[in-house]
């Protein structure tokens, strides 16, 4: 029998990217995974991102934005970063086994246009986040 794996997905401002992940992942997993989502800084949980989710039913309302350090007592099986910068800055996180995944997704809260533009973008930043949390569950958390 499998241990229930914590999950941390981090990012430079757990705003976007990171939330995004934590609720597809959240919604892959069947809440049978612990799911931490985190900043080396905090910038709030984007409006956008919210409302790009709850297009598809996942509903992240009650997410918050967490800076990294709230988690040093937890013992993580995977760190993902989801942003080169967090990759890069990333502090020491000491989990003894932690596998870590990095995946570059594009950022839809930098871009400037249209409103149309910017749904656009945050749509196809969720989608190809929801292909990596996808095949990350199937590849590593498969009973």
Same mark, same amino acid.
């Given at each position: 029998?499998?241990?229930?794996? @914590?999950? #941390?997905? #981090? ?8 939330? %995004? ?14 799911? !931490? ?12 991102? %919210?409302?790009?989710?709850? =297009? ?12 990294? *350090?709230? !988690? ?6 995977? %760190? %993902?970063?989801?942003? *080169?910068?967090?990759?890069? @800055? ?9 596998? &870590? ?5 594009? *950022? ?6 249209? =409103? ?6 945050? &749509?196809?930043? &969720?989608?190809?986040?929801? #292909?990596?949390? =996808? *095949?990350?569950? &199937?590849?590593? #958390?498969?009973?």
């Amino acid at each position: 029998m499998n241990s229930i794996k @914590n999950i #941390l997905i #981090l990012c430079t401002g757990n705003s976007c990217r990171s939330q %995004i992940a934590h609720g597809w992942l959240s919604y892959f997993t069947g809440n049978t995974a612990n799911i !931490y989502s985190a900043g080396i800084e905090t910038h709030g949980v984007n409006p956008k991102a %919210i409302a790009t989710m709850a =297009e598809e039913g996942i509903d992240m309302n009650q997410h918050t934005s967490n800076l990294v *350090d709230e !988690y040093q007592g937890i013992d993580f099986d995977f %760190i %993902i970063t989801v942003c *080169d910068h967090a990759a890069e @800055n990333c502090p020491v996180i000491p989990s003894k086994n932690a596998v &870590r995944i990095h995946h570059n997704f594009s *950022d839809p809260s930098k871009l400037n246009g249209t =409103e149309e533009a910017i749904k656009t973008a945050f &749509r196809a930043t &969720r989608e190809e986040i929801k #292909l990596f949390c =996808e *095949d990350f569950v &199937r590849v590593n #958390l498969a009973q």
